[in-house]
């Protein structure tokens, strides 16, 4: 690791290239430019996922991290090319100060020419990504509902200002389950009349499950806040009956379809190295993520039982 104290994005570039020309590697064979826009609190953790996620897409991992109050403006960066951290190149940059208000004056001379960029807010994010002065050089932008204290009104904020390129690793996070689903719907189950989502209270996850399924089959869809960890049951009622999905444990879930015996499908919890792998697959808009937002809006405008966030309730323990 590479340390430069009060430094410069010039020199910055001028130290990645002499270590690269050290290692005897000079040209540079990344696919992309991952732009981490953080804090203290999140940086570790969102530093080692996009370490591992890099295995798969060589990038340069451009970090963020914003330390602003009475001090005199500098910038600290740490750089470390190749080695353990996977086959590309991680830039963390400390803004101290005054700095930190000019977060895109430090990375925009830091990016990969001809190379897409993706943006990525693993804690707060702005109200509208494709605005902000880093975002707006992204053809990706992710964010994650997760971290909001107020979930529903963030997802709300995110359909309003939805521009192509946005997604949200809470949304990610739904992809195992929409799979099985999605496979199921393709026996002959009959046709879906009404859909219910279990979750864990302030899983936003659940929620845009929940919109998937409303916009995708046309039906009253219902989200039921349980006492598991995540999303842990999803119930399709059929013309025929009801094709149920449990997870019951991290790893292994309970699929029954009407008129066959149950199944065990693999439904494991995957880390954030993951989540964010799959959503660097793909640069172009998810339309799909669109249309689970309004249905989420949908979802909370047919509820029943509002609770103060448009929510039904549940103490019950679904096995």
């Known amino acids: 690791m590479i340390v430069l104290e ?29 732009i981490v826009i953080t804090d203290e609190l999140h940086q570790a953790d969102a530093l080692a996922a996009a370490s591992l ?13 914003a330390r602003p109050g009475r001090v005199e403006p500098r910038l600290d960066v740490q750089i470390a ?65 997760n971290a909001s204290s107020s979930y529903v009104e963030q997802l709300g904020v995110r359909l309003a200002n939805y521009s192509p390129g946005d997604t949200d690793i809470a949304w990610t996070r739904t992809t195992p389950w929409r799979s099985i689903l999605a496979a199921a719907l393709d026996q002959p189950v009959g046709r879906v009349t009404s859909a219910t989502v279990f ?42 009956g009801e094709v149920v999905l449990t997870r019951p444990e991290g790893r292994v879930a309970q699929l029954e379809i009407p008129n066959a015996p149950k199944a065990a499908v693999a439904l494991p919890r995957r880390t954030l190295a993951e989540q964010l792998a799959e959503e660097l697959r793909r640069l172009d808009a998810d ?33």
């Not at 990645?16 to 050290?22: C, F, H, P």
């Not at 005897?24 to 991952?34: F, K, N, Q, Y």
């Not at 996620?53 to 991290?65: D, F, V």
């Open 81 to 145: 090319v190749g080695g353990d951290e996977g086959p590309g190149e991680i830039i963390i940059c400390r803004l101290h100060g005054p700095v930190s208000k000019h977060a895109g004056s430090v990375a925009i001379p830091l990016l990969l020419p001809d190379t897409p960029v993706v943006a990525w807010w693993p804690g707060d994010s702005p109200e509208n990504p494709s605005l902000d002065p880093i975002g707006i050089h992204a053809q990706r932008r992710i964010t994650d509902t």
């Open 199 to 240: 979750v864990q209270e302030r899983v936003p996850s659940g929620l845009l499950l929940a919109g998937w399924l409303q916009k995708r089959l046309r039906v009253p869809t219902h989200v039921v806040h349980a006492l598991e960890p995540g999303i842990s049951k999803v119930i399709l009622t059929t013309t025929k």
């Open 6 to 34: 009060n430094t410069q994005a010039s020199a910055v570039t001028a130290t990645i290239e002499a270590e690269r020309r050290r290692m005897g590697s000079p040209a540079i064979s990344m696919v992309l430019t991952l």
């Open 53 to 65: 996620a890099a295995r798969e897409h060589p990038m340069r991992i451009i970090a963020l991290i």
């Open 287 to 319: 339309e799909i993520y669109l249309q689970a937002l309004k249905g989420v809006a949908k979802v909370i405008h047919d509820a029943h039982g509002i609770d103060g966030i448009g929510l039904k309730k549940s103490t019950e323990k679904i096995i």
